[in-house]
């Protein structure tokens, strides 16, 4: 069973939540894929990848944020696959005007009064794991004792 056969008998709350869209959305987007899709394999050639698998992995690597090989892992294909899915999904839908976003320029035009709020989020630094200054404490000095022993 595929990604998009285990997000198909999900509700809609558990879908939206799963994707990040609603299925009407879902369902626009694969409409207009089906159409690209068409459209690139109407000279014939190797169908590859289908079209709603496609979708629910470019869906999958934008919500979550993961990472191509634990994607590869997870659906048992391989990253490259995965990776022209993604890319061929991003390009296919940033080209159609209705899946493009508003420029922030023209959405907040200074003076103008709006209803959006803005909330900034400090995110702290993690600290790298690095071996502190007592590091002699723990190692073994094996390098000096072959090199003292070397020396005599």
Do not use: C
């Amino acid at each position: 069973m595929n990604a998009y056969e285990k997000i198909e008998k999900l509700n809609e709350k558990e879908f939206k939540l799963i994707t990040g869209v609603t299925r009407s959305l879902f369902e626009k987007m694969l409409t207009v894929l089906r159409e690209e899709y068409v459209k690139d394999h109407s000279g014939g050639g190797a169908r590859g990848t289908a079209v709603e698998l496609r979708l629910t992995l470019a869906l999958e690597y934008w919500r979550e944020y993961r990472t191509i090989r634990h994607m590869a892992n997870d659906h048992q294909l391989p990253k490259s696959t995965i990776n022209d899915a993604i890319q061929w999904v991003e390009y296919r839908l940033g080209a159609r005007e209705e899946f493009q976003l508003e420029d922030l320029k023209e959405r907040f035009k200074p003076g103008e009064a709006n209803d959006i709020k803005v909330i900034v989020v400090d995110v702290e630094e993690q600290p790298i794991e690095r071996p502190t200054h007592e590091q002699e404490a723990s190692y073994s000095g094996k390098k000096r004792s072959i090199q003292a022993n070397t020396k005599s």
